[in-house]
């Protein structure tokens, strides 16, 4: 016993002094002075990570995105797709998560790559009075019986996750679904209600493809996550130019940084914490359109724990 207290205390000391001469040395880019500690994370593309509730418990995210209605747009048909975590006791979990203060979103998309798509005007109005009646605030006057998947429990925003190229369907009407979220915002923003936040993550490539972009050009979006990791070597490579378009490009939405939340959460890009903390955010926080980080998601943040840095930083 007191052998190994001897030993241990003078490594202390040792461990202190490095610590300290770690933090005399930093340079100034590295107090992060424009962080905003928001930490947005998603939730339901794996049955294992546990419940909405345990990722809201954890204290460290500002704000939840459930992923994906993965059908839309093709004869009326919808699908939520939440890798087989049970839907119903979600909704109590929706709230839980509202009353401490985080608000919860819904991911529209995903990786499946011919099952939606807004081909017309109407299939963009169809699948926003889905949208709004069956998640968002038309559950009160629902005259038109849809179901709502997580009962009573109301959600706060929607996300658009466009990741299949599209590029031979550039007419798609994504801007008009936006545009309608965004005029219902208003509405509600008016009766003194809480926001329907609307979202966007895109892929890291810039200028995106058509259909993103006509989407974002609308302006209506209160923050775009760019996903800096995945099948593309340029997200990594060329970070800091990609950063520097996308924050020029939307300078009246706050830009996330997206990152995966372990090594194996996405093919490339994953930044350990020493460089998030060193090299990334530093940069990243010089934009004044800086939002915060995104991670995917929150089951590799579970195994890896990379939150318990990030929450601090961002
Ligand atoms: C940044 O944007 C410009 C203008 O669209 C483009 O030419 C350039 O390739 C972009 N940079 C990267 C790394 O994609
Ligand atoms: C903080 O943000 C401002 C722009 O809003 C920028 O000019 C400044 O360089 C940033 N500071 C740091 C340390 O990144």
Sequence with gaps: MEIITLWRAPTMMLVLLATVVTFLVVPASATLENKTGQLTVFWGRNKNEGSLREACDTGRYTRVIISFLDVYGIGN???????GHPVGPTGKDIKHCQSKGIPVSLSIGGFGSHHYSLPTKESALDLFDYLWNAFLGGGSNNNKAVRRPFGDA??????LFLDH?????????????????AKHN???????KPQLHL?????????????VKKVLDTGVFERIHVRFYGDDEDCRVYWQELWANWTAAYPYTKVFFGLPAAPEAAVMGYVAPKEIYYSLLPVAQTAAN???VM????????????????????
């Design 165 to 181: 190229h599209n590029a031979a369907a550039p007419t798609e009407h994504y801007d008009v679904l936006a545009r309608e979220l």
């Design 77 to 83: 048909k919808y699908h939520l797709d939440l890798s």
């Design 295 to 314: 991670l995917w998601d929150w089951y590799y943040d579970k195994i890896n724990d990379l939150s318990s840095f990030v929450a601090q930083w961002a």
């Design 154 to 159: 109301c959600l706060d925003g929607v996300d």
């Design 186 to 192: 208003i509405i509600r923003g008016g009766s003194g």
């Design 290 to 292: 800086y939002g915060g």
């Design 199 to 211: 979202t966007a993550t895109p892929r890291c490539r810039f200028p995106p493809d058509g259909r």
